[in-house]
């Protein structure tokens, strides 16, 4: 409700994270979800995917995909 009714505009909201510190907090909240998805896709990996190459593709596509949503982000701060 508050943040469709505050009257926030890509203005303001440009202006909010083009400060350092909400660039950081943002960039740090990506990356502990990316831990908490990478701790619970691990353990769904090993609990049901037996086979130790398929586990390990997957777990290599898993950290590539993360690492690109981290770069992607810095990218998008970096442009701004």
């Given amino acids: 409700g508050w943040l469709l009714f ?21 960039i740090f909240a990506l990356l502990v979800v990316c831990w908490h998805a990478w701790i619970g896709l691990w353990t769904v990996l090993t609990d049901y995917v037996h086979k130790k190459t398929v586990r390990l593709i997957l777990e290599c596509l898993i950290v590539l995909v993360m690492l690109s949503y981290v770069v992607w982000l810095v990218l998008i701060f970096w442009k701004s």
């Fill in 6 to 26: 505050s009257g926030f505009s890509l203005a303001s909201w440009k202006t909010l994270f083009s400060k350092l510190w909400m660039q950081g907090v943002t």
